[in-house]
């Protein structure tokens, strides 16, 4: 059975960089065909995509937040992370990361599993 778990900071203050990694255990990050994705779920707000690792290794994300995104991987830790800059207030969310398939580059809602989210307050 495929488990994700995010850890990492759950304070950040502003202008700093979230940086946050999901572990995957029971399944590879490199098995074909799956993408691994980072979300977030602000108060009071939707779902939000963030990005996503394909088991190629190719990165893809969200318009809105592609110029302060970053996602890496470490196959040999079977991880992957989170990398978010010039954090602020409006960027406190619990977030999840999950797997999923291809379709969830163009928005669709394609995931089967989910970490168990965690929470980030943006504070000084």
């Known amino acids: 059975q495929v488990q994700l778990q995010e850890s990492g900071p759950g304070l950040v203050k502003p202008s700093q960089t979230l940086s946050l990694t999901c572990t995957v255990s029971?399944?590879?990050?490199?098995?074909?065909?799956?993408?691994w994705s980072w979300t977030r779920h602000p108060p009071g707000k939707g779902l939000e995509w963030m990005g996503a690792?394909?088991?190629?290794?190719?990165?893809y994300y969200s318009p809105s937040l592609k110029s302060r995104t970053y996602i890496s991987r470490d196959t040999s830790k079977n991880q992957f992370t989170l990398q978010l800059s010039s954090m602020t207030p409006e960027d406190t969310a619990v977030y999840y990361c999950?797997?999923?398939?291809?379709?969830?580059?163009?928005?669709?809602?394609?995931?089967?599993?989910w970490g168990q989210g965690t929470q980030v307050t943006v504070s000084s």
């Open positions: 029971g399944g590879s990050i490199t098995t074909n065909y799956y993408y």
């Open positions: 999950a797997r999923g398939s291809a379709g969830v580059v163009a928005g669709l809602y394609e995931y089967d599993y």
């Open positions: 690792l394909a088991y190629s290794g190719s990165t």
